[in-house]
Every structure is written in structure tokens, then in C-alpha cells.
């Protein structure tokens, strides 16, 4: 399959702000997409809530702004993975080794990134 080009990206090590994590969020997306990655798989928790935490929620917002259009191609939620796995594999198919952690999983975001 060649070199492994999925990174991923832990943003709520160390429990940071919501702020912080965005920043976290940012720069780990540029670093990865400079790299050469293919995908980013982001874990932003849940949240003790039940309705989802608010890095998940800042993530969903932060990915759908104009800043990062140029860098991202798209993104899916892990709860939402079954629905469009086939396209995301399609578009980098080492993602099928990641799929264990992501499939259903509301603590992660899947991200491809503009080649």
C-alpha cells in the first residue's frame, strides 16, 4: 500500500481550551498537509455531556471555515463513517487500517486534505 499517509492528531491531550485545540487544530492540519499526508484523523473526545463536548463541536465549526477551504477537501464525523466510508477509502485507501477506531466512534473526525 506503500507509505503510510494518515496522521493523527490528538486534540484533547492535556485538557486544553477550546481555543487551544483550534489552534492545535490549525497547525496540525498545516504540518500534515506540508508533510505530504493524505488524511488526518482528529480526536477531539466526546464529551461528558451526551450531546457531544465543545472541542467536537469547535472542530465541526472550524472545519467548515473559509481559512481552511483551501487545505481541506472533506470531512466526516466517526458516527457518520459507515454512511461514507466508501468515498473517503477511495480517496486514501490506508484509512482501511483505522477503520476499527473510527467506525461509529462520535470522539473522532475523519479529514481529507487537498492533495
Known amino acids: 500500500m506503500g507509505a503510510i499517509k494518515v496522521k493523527e492528531i490528538n486534540l484533547e ?10 489552534g492545535r487544530l490549525v497547525n496540525g492540519l498545516s504540518t500534515a498537509k506540508g508533510a505530504g499526508f493524505r488524511s488526518v484523523i482528529l480526536i477531539h473526545g466526546y464529551g461528558s455531556s451526551g450531546i457531544g463536548g465543545a472541542i467536537k463541536v469547535g472542530v465541526l465549526g472550524k472545519l467548515k471555515e473559509p481559512m481552511l477551504k483551501g487545505m481541506i477537501r ?3 464525523a466517526g458516527e457518520k463513517w459507515n454512511e461514507h466510508k466508501k468515498t473517503y477509502l477511495e480517496q486514501c485507501p490506508q484509512l482501511k487500517e483505522y477503520e476499527d477506531r473510527i467506525r461509529g466512534n462520535p470522539g473522532v473526525t475523519v479529514v481529507i486534505l487537498k492533495g
Open 13 to 22: 491531550q492535556g485538557s486544553p481550551t477550546v481555543e487551544q485545540a483550534m
Open 74 to 76: 472533506d470531512f466526516v
